[in-house]
Every structure is written in structure tokens, then in C-alpha cells.
């Protein structure tokens, strides 16, 4: 079974501040994908990353996919309330049907 | 819009009784997934079809628990003899096959078991 392990599961910070989200395996993943979920909501996707090393950025948010593609982390950088939800990663397969398994996932809040 | 539907969004009902969801995946996605998630949880793997056939079941699934999806379109799954265990959140997801893994979820379909 492949596991997916979130660290920190909750976070509470002040506007402004930057943070880092971290999501570790021992299992190695073809893809890994990172989604922001609302309360009462399903997830939204928000990057894919595909290949050991590669950084993608969106607006504020860094995302980092290990060397050994085993472990992601996602950055960002002065964090406005609107950040505020859960943050799951998420590693695909190939061989399992695309099948994904999810952290635990990681609630973070921004206090203005 | 052309997103992934599921209904109902919430659903009450007493223990020992059924209930079926139903999932209506983005038109041209030929995958289709059910996840389970509880409270301050990350969603659960329960079963996916490609097309109508059902390829995998996770071990999470009881008997109680069964999924169709006869044209290759909406899919349903169905709860027997509910018990409070089974209150979560019930997400469906759609994907094209493709190697990146991309799931588009639904909303969920909230399920509170008294």
C-alpha cells in the first residue's frame, strides 16, 4: 500500500507570512498532484507535477517534486486569507489505473 | 455547466436503511471514481470504472457497498443497511485516461447516518 504523509496537518498564520506544506512516501509516484479543498467542497486541482526535480509555480504558490519523486512540497508566499482550506497531495500510478492516493492533508488558515 | 454533478449534496437517513448517490462525470471522460472522506481526513479510494466496467474495488468496500455504471455514462453507488460508519463524505471524480492522473471531483454528496 502506498501511503502519503502530510506534515503539518493544521496551520494558523497571520497575513503576510509564508509557509511550507510537505507531503513524504517511501513509495515512488509516476505523478503527483497537489488540490486546495473548501469546506462542503471537492477538491480542486491546482498543479501536477511529472518529473523528479521539477518546480512549477503558481502566482504565490511553489510546488517541488523530489529528485526520487517520492516526497512534494508546496510553498507559499505571503499568504492572504483566501488561502485559507485543506491542502491534499495526491500520487498517481500508472500501473494502478491512475488511482490516486491522498495525504491526510494539511488545514491551513490565515488570519487577517 | 459541463463539470462533475453529484446528488444528492446531503442526505439524512436512519441506520439499517439504503441510499444510492449518483455521479454525472464531465461528458468526454471515460473514468470514473468514487472516494470516501471523512472529517479532517483526505478522501478514501473506493472502487473506479473505465467505461461500464468496473476495474477496481478497495478493500474498503463491504458488501453493503455496490457501484454501477451501465451505459458508460452516470454512475451510481448504493449504501445497504446503513450503519453510522458509513456518515462521510461521498466524492465522485472523473478523469480522461492519461498518464498525469488528473481527477476532477465533484462536490460530494454528505451522507450523516443517526
Known amino acids: 500500500t502506498q501511503l502519503l504523509e502530510q506534515s503539518p496537518q493544521f496551520l494558523s498564520i497571520q497575513e503576510g507570512e509564508n509557509l511550507t506544506v510537505y507531503c513524504n512516501s517511501s513509495s515512488v509516484f509516476s505523478s503527483l498532484q497537489w488540490y486546495r479543498q473548501e469546506p462542503g467542497e471537492g477538491p480542486v486541482l491546482l498543479v501536477t507535477v511529472v518529473t523528479g526535480g521539477e518546480v512549477k509555480k503558481l502566482k504565490r504558490l511553489t510546488f517541488q517534486f523530489g529528485d526520487a519523486r517520492k516526497d512534494s512540497s508546496l510553498h507559499i508566499t505571503a499568504a492572504q486569507p483566501g488561502d485559507t482550506g485543506l491542502y491534499l497531495c495526491?500520487?498517481?500510478?500508472?500501473?494502478?489505473?491512475?488511482?490516486?492516493?491522498f495525504g491526510g492533508g494539511t488545514r491551513l488558515m490565515v488570519k487577517p | 455547466d459541463t463539470g462533475v454533478s453529484q446528488d444528492p449534496r446531503h442526505k439524512i437517513t436512519k441506520r439499517g436503511q439504503n441510499v444510492t448517490f449518483r455521479c454525472d462525470p464531465i461528458?468526454?471522460?471515460?473514468?470514473l471514481y468514487w472516494y470516501r472522506q471523512t472529517l479532517g481526513q483526505g478522501p478514501e479510494f473506493l472502487t473506479y470504472f473505465q467505461n461500464e466496467a468496473q476495474l477496481e474495488k478497495s478493500r474498503l468496500l463491504s458488501d453493503r457497498f455496490s457501484a454501477e455504471r451501465p451505459k458508460g455514462s452516470f454512475s451510481t453507488l448504493e449504501i445497504q443497511r446503513t450503519e453510522q460508519g458509513d456518515s462521510a463524505m461521498y466524492l465522485c471524480a472523473s478523469s480522461l485516461f492519461m498518464n498525469t492522473g488528473e481527477l476532477f471531483f465533484g462536490e460530494g454528496s454528505r451522507l450523516t447516518v443517526l
Open positions: 461528458s468526454e471522460h471515460n473514468r
Open positions: 495526491a500520487g498517481s500510478n500508472n500501473n494502478a489505473g491512475n488511482m490516486l492516493t
